[in-house]
């Protein structure tokens, strides 16, 4: 196929079968990142049989997901991604139709939009006190908090109520089994399976390593709670005894107020698919930008102590920062940026798959060509970010640039069609979990550790997303004027 292609971008030489899998490493984006430094910002790499357009500068990404967003906004077919996705009933994993149009359409208007982030309001404020009162437990006695473990309780606990409308006692997981799931299954989505990449043996490699085995685990596993929750839901006449609906009560309703022609056409299968996306992007992105965060401002002491000025400042003596609070706290949103630039959780979005043919850079690019945009190399790229490596919140003052896919330096939640549709959700339950940790506590490294024992390694492997790769223990001192 890539015979009658001309004038394709350049990209390292391949091997057969492997292609350039073996330049990859435990952390693609970075390999990709040195690799984009020798051929250019548009590259061309063959992932086994499947050429991978990799796109390391935010003028080309600008092209493509603004100039040419409708060429490029479809999803490639994912080996693994066909299970999880209930055969692409999801959102996230489905290409490009008039069904993933009308998916959005309900994302956007019925399950994120600010109307309704705004309903959930008081989940995230109870989970948030709950996750403070547990810190506390741990002040009084001077232990270290693994605050990597509390993060992923926070934004699990909160999902788990927003979407599910349960909890972890009435959700059958633990809670480390929770987080271990949605890790695994986000590593199997866009993990490279030789089903993917080696054409027609690719399935029975991966039949040999155990993965196929380890997917339909995990899908099963899920997909027994999907039901679950679904068949506890109350009927129609029994919503308005709650006191909020869940994200499962508003797509039930969907599927009952379903006419005509549309009747069935959205089932239980279609929303068990969206489940899987929101399950995935509801608990790990957001525990990662806040770990990443807490871990920067320890290294930096000075910059949590105006961080802390802050937000103590504008809540005063109330005794509980809410998010009223929020909007005043502009120190801490540059941090929140500052963490995203530095740690995007997906640093390669989610891969896109184009629709017709356009040009990048003079390159030609062909249907059908996958693309991966690394937000990791683009938010340290020097020629956009002075000192690209340091953590400097201050870099955003008297700046426009945001993470809402109008600034193509800094990408963390992709843009164009395919933008992630939780940003608000996302953005909402960081900046109020941030916002009382600084508040409430002043941070101490464990007894014989300094600064430069804080590690800030990555979590080798593939997968949608990157997290710290060691945990983050710091012991919480109650603020006194906070108690
Ligand atoms: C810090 C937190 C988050 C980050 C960094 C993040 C990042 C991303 C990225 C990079 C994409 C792909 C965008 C593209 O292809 O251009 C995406 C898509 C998506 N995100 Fe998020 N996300 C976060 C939180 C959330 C939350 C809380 C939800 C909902 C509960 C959510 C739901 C989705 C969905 C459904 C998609 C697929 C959109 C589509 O393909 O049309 N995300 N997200």
Not at 99 to 118: D, G, P, T
Not at 385 to 394: D, H, Q, T, V
Request: glycine share 6%; charged share 20%.
């Amino acid at each position: 196929m890539q015979k009658n292609k001309h004038n394709l971008p350049p990209g390292p030489p391949k091997l057969p079968i492997i292609g350039n899998m073996h330049q990859l490493g435990a952390l693609p984006h970075q390999s990709l990142c040195q690799l984009a430094k020798r051929y250019g910002p548009v590259m061309l790499l063959h992932l086994g049989g499947v050429p991978t357009l990799v796109i390391s500068s935010a003028e080309a990404a600008r092209v493509i997901l603004k100039v040419n967003d409708l060429s490029s906004c479809s999803r490639p077919l994912l080996a693994y991604a066909r299970m999880l996705s209930y055969n692409y009933l999801d959102i996230g994993f489905t290409p490009y139709s008039d069904y993933w149009k009308e998916m959005r359409k309900i994302c956007n208007l019925e399950l994120f939009s600010n109307k309704r982030v705004q309903s959930y309001r008081s989940i995230g404020e109870e989970e948030v006190d709950s996750l403070i009162n547990s810190i506390s437990q741990s002040s009084a006695s001077a232990t270290p908090v693994d605050l990597t473990e509390k993060l992923f309780s926070l934004t699990g606990s909160v999902i788990l109520r927003i979407a599910f409308g349960t909890s972890f006692q009435g959700s059958g997981f633990n809670r480390h089994r929770f987080q271990e799931v949605a890790h695994d299954a986000e590593a199997i989505l866009v993990g490279y399976s030789a089903a993917e990449f080696v054409p027609y043996v690719g399935w029975i490699i991966d039949r040999l390593c155990g993965l196929h085995h380890r997917s339909e685990r995990i899908f099963h596993e899920l997909d027994h709670f999907f039901q679950k929750v679904i068949d506890n839901h109350p009927s129609s006449e029994r919503i308005t005894e709650k006191d909020h609906e869940d994200i499962i009560d508003v797509l039930l309703k969907i599927v009952r107020e379903q006419t005509g022609s549309e009747a069935a056409r959205f089932s239980h299968a279609n929303i068990k698919a969206l489940l899987m996306n929101i399950f995935l992007a509801g608990v790990e992105p957001g525990a990662i930008t806040m770990i990443w965060a807490m871990a920067e401002l320890a290294k930096k002491p000075n910059l949590m102590k105006k961080a802390q000025d802050e937000v103590r400042y504008v809540t005063g003596n109330k005794g509980k920062v809410d998010e009223s609070d929020i909007d005043q706290l502009q120190y801490l949103k540059m941090i929140v940026k500052e963490t995203l630039r530095l740690h995007p959780p997906a640093p390669l979005l989610i891969p896109r798959e184009t629709i017709s043919h356009f040009k990048v850079n003079g390159y030609e690019i062909y249907p059908k060509s996958r693309i991966q945009i690394n937000a990791w190399a683009i938010g340290r790229d020097p020629d956009y970010w002075n000192n690209p490596e340091e953590f400097i919140p201050e870099r955003f003052i008297d700046s426009s640039i945001d993470f809402k896919g109008q600034h193509f330096e800094l990408l963390p939640f992709g843009s164009g069609r395919r933008i992630c549709p939780g940003i608000y959700m996302a953005t909402t339950i960081v900046e109020l979990g941030l916002a009382n940790l600084l508040y409430w506590f002043d941070w101490k490294l464990p007894e014989g550790m300094t600064v430069k024992d804080i590690s800030m390694e990555e979590e080798p492997g593939i997968s949608l997303t990157v997290s710290k790769k060691t945990a983050l223990n710091l012991v919480a001192v109650k603020f006194s004027a906070a108690s």
